[in-house]
Antibody
Framework: EVKLVESGGGSAQPGRSLRLSCAAS????????MHWVRQAPGKGLEWVSG????????KYADSVRGRFTISRDNAENSLFLDMNNLKTEDTAFYFC???????????????WGQGTLVSVSS | SSELTQDPAVSVALGQTVNITCQGV??????AHWYQQRPGQAPKLVIS???VRPSGIPDRFSGSGSGDTASLIITGAQADDEAVYYC???????????FGGGTKLTVL
């Protein structure tokens, strides 16, 4: 069974940093691209970032480019999102999701974690 | 504004057919994927690559598309289908992967 479990969410002040983690199990992690998708409370889904299976391609939404960094550790079956210079508008549930392809070019996301809440306020 | 446009809300009578649409220039070049999200739950993939139904998804869900519009069709809607549905694809520049704004489906 594919399982994705996010952790690392919490409260932070504007300008501070947080690191999110996603622990993957039940599949060959290094065979799939992975993504972060967020959802502000009561709002729609927003794609944040994606990384190819070999970390050779990383993409970011304009809203986070330059502040967030996606990475993965295939040996540890883990995905990360380093979030720097947080803004109040970054407040959201952050979901980890598996791509159906090893590449990072827009295939479907077929497995999702339950999400971790990041709250940014002063 | 989003690159993929969806109607905010749609309703359907129990057992009838509903068509949820997604519009965007990028859909002329790239397939749409569709996700169902019930309150308090993570999204779930219901249609990939315009019309492919993943294992375990009921066959009342289907997808189609032409030009700049993709459609999710639910034939014989059930109460359990009440949810928000999101389309998703690749941007025309392939630099990011936008979602539509979501369509809240109410089954009457």
């Amino acid at each position: 069974e594919v399982k994705l479990v996010e952790s690392g969410g919490g409260s932070a002040q504007p300008g501070r940093s947080l690191r999110l983690s996603c622990a993957a199990s039940g599949f060959t992690f290094d065979g799939y691209a992975m993504h972060w998708v967020r959802q502000a409370p009561g709002k729609g889904l927003e794609w944040v970032s994606g990384v190819s299976s070999d970390s050779g391609s990383r993409k970011y939404a304009d809203s986070v480019r330059g502040r967030f960094t996606i990475s993965r550790d295939n040996a540890e079956n883990s995905l990360f999102l380093d979030m720097n210079n947080l803004k109040t508008e970054d407040t959201a549930f952050y979901f980890c999701a598996r791509d159906t392809s090893p590449h990072n070019y827009g295939a479907a996301l077929d497995s999702w974690g339950q999400g971790t809440l990041v709250s940014v306020s002063s | 504004s989003s690159e993929l446009t969806q109607d905010p809300a749609v309703s359907v009578a129990l057992g009838q057919t509903v068509n949820i649409t997604c519009q965007g220039v990028t859909l002329r070049s790239y397939f749409a994927h569709w996700y169902q999200q019930r309150p308090g739950q993570a999204p779930k993939l219901v249609i990939s690559d315009k019309s492919v139904r993943p294992s375990g998804i009921p066959d009342r869900f289907s997808g189609s598309g032409s030009g700049d519009t993709a459609s999710l069709i639910i034939t014989g809607a059930q109460a359990d289908d009440e949810a928000v549905y999101y389309c998703h694809s690749r941007s025309s520049t392939s630099t990011h992967l936008p979602f539509g704004g979501g369509t809240k489906l109410t089954v009457l």
